[in-house]
Antibody
Framework: QITLKESGPTLVKPTQTLTLTCTFS??????????VGWIRQPPGKALEWLAL???????RYSPSLKSRLTITKDTSKNQVVLTMTNMDPVDTATYYC????????????WGQGTLVTVSS | SYVLTQPPSVSVAPGQTARITCGGN??????VHWYQQKPGQAPVLVIY???DRPSGIPERFSGSNSGNTATLTISRVKAGDEADYYC????????????FGGGTKLTVL
């Protein structure tokens, strides 16, 4: 059974750096083809893809946010960390951690999401 | 970057068939995936690779993809199908490989 869970602050101030951790179980990020990604959703708005890290440490970022995002993995801990710098109120959203299967270009499993509010 | 266009809303009576479209330039050449999101919940994958259903998804959910339009079809709609639905593709030709549509609110009358 694959599960993912996001953790991190629920409130950050403008200009601060957000660090979110995804802790997962039921699969290994050392399995060929597997990836873990982050997707966010502002309140009442659509899903927005942010970043993805693959089993081989290859990383992909949303071009519009690339300069602010860093994604890393700790395979031994079954964790993926996303950092986003220079947070702004428009970054207020629910942030989801997702599992990308080895044979597909989609998010098969999702975490429950964590709401991050950016406010002073 | 690649753009996916969905109607903001679709309404259907219980027991009828709902069709939610996802438009994109030559989308038929890509694999399309669909997610269902109920209020306050994380999205759930309901269709992948145009027409495959993950385990546990009812056969009432089906998908097709051709030309410039992909379609999610929900047969014999139930009240519990009321949700937001998002299409998604992987665009290998861009720097923004994972693209989502704007979402469609399905209302069961």
């Amino acid at each position: 059974q694959i599960t993912l869970k996001e953790s991190g602050p629920t409130l950050v101030k403008p200009t601060q750096t957000l660090t979110l951790t995804c802790t997962f179980s039921g699969f290994s990020l050392s399995t060929i083809g597997v990836g873990v990604g982050w997707i966010r959703q502002p309140p009442g708005k659509a899903l927005e893809w942010l970043a993805l890290i693959y089993w081989n440490d290859d990383k992909r970022y949303s071009p519009s946010l690339k300069s602010r995002l860093t994604i890393t993995k700790d395979t031994s801990k079954n964790q993926v960390v996303l950092t986003m710098t220079n947070m702004d109120p428009v970054d207020t959203a629910t942030y989801y951690c997702t599992h990308r299967p080895s044979s597909g270009w989609y998010a098969h499993y999702w975490g429950q999401g964590t709401l991050v509010t950016v406010s002073s | 970057s690649y753009v996916l266009t969905q109607p903001p809303s679709v309404s259907v009576a219980p027991g009828q068939t709902a069709r939610i479209t996802c438009g994109g330039n030559n989308i038929g050449s890509k694999s399309v995936h669909w997610y269902q999101q109920k209020p306050g919940q994380a999205p759930v994958l309901v269709i992948y690779d145009d027409s495959d259903r993950p385990s546990g998804i009812p056969e009432r959910f089906s998908g097709s993809n051709s030309g410039n339009t992909a379609t999610l079809t929900i047969s014999r709609v139930k009240a519990g199908d009321e949700a937001d639905y998002y299409c998604q593709v992987w665009d290998s030709n861009s720097d923004h490989p994972w693209v989502f549509g704007g979402g469609t609110k399905l209302t069961v009358l």
